[in-house]
C-alpha cells in the first residue's frame, strides 16, 4: 500500500466519525495545551531570572575572597593555613588559562562625600589597577578609561545621586560629570574626638555607560590612590599586596571559560563567585522545574491516550466486515496495521495542533492579565511606569513542535493495542461477523 492511498484511506475513515474524532481529541487538546502553558511558565520565569542575573554581574567576571583555608604539606605532616590574596597570588591568576584581567577591589575605608560646587554625592568608591581597565571592558558614554592619578571613571548613575544639602532633595537637572573637577571630601574621628576632614581634588576622565549592575553607581580611582586614602585613615602604610586584597576579580575571555578559572580558583583555598556558574545553578533548578510542570501536562495526554485506544477498539468492532473484506482482497497485516496506527497518530496529531493553538492563546492571556497585575502593584510600591515590563510567559520555538509530535507519538502509542487485534483477526471469521 503506498503512502498515498495510505493517507487518502485515513482521511476518509476519520471523516466518517468526525464527532467520535472531534471528542477524543479534545483530551489531547486539554492535555497539550497544558503542557505548553505550563512548560511555557516555567521557561518565562527562567529568562526573568536570567535576566536579573545578568544586571548582577557580568558572566566573563569571577569575584574573589581572601580569607579561605587551604590544606599544605609540610613534609610528612600537613597543616592548614589562610589563603590570601597578595599580589604573588594575583600574579598566578593572570597565568590561568583564558584569563585577561586580574584586579583588586579596593573600597574605600572611613567616609567619603563628592563635592560639585554646591552639588554633594556619596558613590561606591573602588581602587583597581589602571594597568588592567583597558581589558575590564568597560563601555564609555563619554571620555578616555585612562586612570592617572587622582582621575576618576564614574558610573553612569553616579550623577542622579547628587544633592543639593540646603534643598533636601535630588536636583532638578543631572550634572554631566564629564571632565569636571569633584572634591573627594574624606573625615574620620582625631585623637581628640573631633572629625577631622581631608579633601582630594579629581578629575573625571571618562562616565561609563549604563550597565544595569553595580558599576553604574560606582566611581573608579586608581588602586595606588585608593591605598594611600586607606594608609592615611589607618594612620599606618596599608599594605595589602603583601597582607591581602579583600576582594579581586577576576575577567575571563569566554563565559563558558568562568567555570572553570572558578573552579581552579576555588581548588586552591579561596572563596570566588561568579554569575555564570549561578546561571548554572538556577538552569539546572529551571530544567527540573520545566520537567515537573510537563509531566503535570502529560498526566492529562495520558488519560487521553486511553480515549484514543478506546475510540479504535470500538472501531474494530464496527469495520470488522471491511478489514475482513481488505485481507480478502489481498491486504496483509501489516496493511491493516497501518491504517489504524495511522488513523490513532493523526487523532494525536490533530489534537497537538489544537493543544498547541489553545496553549499559545491562554499563554498570551495569561502573560496580559498577570503581567498587568503585577505591573500595577509595582507602580503602586514607587516604581516608574515607563521602567515596569513584566513577562512571565515564555514560549521557546522547540515547544510547539515537541508538543504536536508527543501528541502524535502519544496517539500511535495508544493505538498498537487496537491495530495488532486488527491485523489479527481472520479474514473468514470478520467477513461472516455481523
Given amino acids: 500500500m503506498s503512502f498515498r492511498d495510505l493517507l487518502h484511506l485515513v482521511i476518509s475513515n476519520l471523516r466518517r466519525m468526525k464527532a467520535r474524532v472531534a471528542m477524543t481529541a479534545i483530551g489531547v487538546v486539554?492535555?497539550?495545551?497544558?503542557?505548553?502553558?505550563?512548560?511555557?511558565?516555567a521557561a518565562g520565569l527562567q529568562r526573568t531570572a536570567a535576566q536579573d542575573l545578568g544586571s548582577i554581574g557580568e558572566l566573563t567576571e569571577i569575584t574573589v575572597f581572601g580569607g579561605g583555608i587551604v590544606r599544605t604539606l609540610d613534609g610528612s605532616r600537613s597543616s592548614r593555613e589562610e589563603a590570601v590574596l597578595n599580589d604573588r597570588v594575583l600574579a598566578e591568576f593572570r597565568k590561568l588559562p583564558g584569563v585577561v584581567a586580574v584586579t583588586p577591589r579596593e573600597g574605600l575605608m572611613g567616609s567619603g562625600t563628592l563635592?560639585?560646587?554646591?552639588?554633594v554625592g556619596n558613590p561606591q568608591v573602588v581602587g583597581i589597577d589602571p594597568t588592567q581597565v583597558k581589558h575590564l571592558d568597560f563601555t564609555l558614554a563619554s571620555g578616555t578609561d585612562r586612570l592617572g592619578r587622582w582621575q576618576a571613571l564614574v558610573g553612569a548613575r553616579v550623577a542622579e545621586g547628587f544633592y543639593n544639602p540646603q534643598a533636601q532633595r535630588p536636583v532638578q537637572e543631572v550634572p554631566d560629570l564629564q571632565g569636571q573637577a569633584l572634591q573627594l571630601v574624606l573625615s574620620k574621628m582625631g585623637d581628640d574626638g573631633h572629625p577631622v576632614e581631608r579633601i582630594?581634588?579629581?578629575r573625571v576622565t571618562g562616565v561609563l555607560e549604563e550597565s544595569g549592575g553595580q558599576d553604574d553607581y560606582t566611581l573608579y580611582l586608581a588602586l595606588n590612590d585608593v591605598l594611600e586614602l586607606n594608609s592615611r585613615f589607618v594612620g599606618?602604610?596599608?599594605?595589602?599586596g603583601r597582607g591581602g586584597y579583600n576582594q579581586v576579580l577576576v575577567k575571563v575571555t569566554d563565559p563558558e571559560q568562568a567555570l572553570s578559572v572558578e573552579q581552579e580558583i576555588i581548588s586552591r583555598g579561596f572563596v570566588a563567585w561568579s554569575a555564570r556558574s549561578m546561571m548554572q545553578q538556577m538552569n539546572i533548578f529551571f530544567l527540573v522545574i520545566q520537567g515537573v510542570f510537563g509531566g503535570i501536562g502529560a498526566i492529562a495526554l495520558i488519560v487521553a491516550a486511553f480515549g484514543i485506544a478506546n475510540t479504535m477498539t470500538m472501531a474494530i468492532y464496527e469495520r470488522t466486515r471491511e478489514i475482513g473484506l481488505m485481507k480478502a482482497v489481498g491486504a496483509t497485516n501489516r496493511d491493516v496495521m497501518s491504517i489504524f496506527l495511522a488513523e490513532a497518530g493523526s487523532i494525536g496529531l490533530l489534537g497537538g495542533i489544537g493543544g498547541v493553538l489553545l496553549g499559545v492563546g491562554l499563554g498570551i492571556l495569561i502573560d496580559l492579565i498577570a503581567g498587568t497585575y503585577l505591573a500595577a502593584q509595582a507602580v503602586q510600591s514607587g516604581a516608574a511606569a515607563s521602567d515596569v515590563s513584566i513577562s512571565l510567559i515564555h514560549t521557546p520555538l522547540w515547544l510547539p513542535v515537541f508538543a504536536m509530535v508527543f501528541a502524535a507519538l502519544v496517539g500511535v502509542v495508544s493505538g498498537v493495542y487496537p491495530a495488532m487485534r486488527a491485523a489479527a483477526l481472520s479474514p473468514v471469521a470478520a467477513l461472516k461477523y455481523e
Fill in 30 to 41: 486539554i492535555g497539550t495545551a497544558a503542557v505548553v502553558v505550563l512548560i511555557s511558565l
Fill in 236 to 240: 599606618q602604610r596599608y599594605n595589602p
Fill in 200 to 202: 582630594v581634588r579629581l
Fill in 115 to 119: 563635592r560639585l560646587n554646591r552639588l
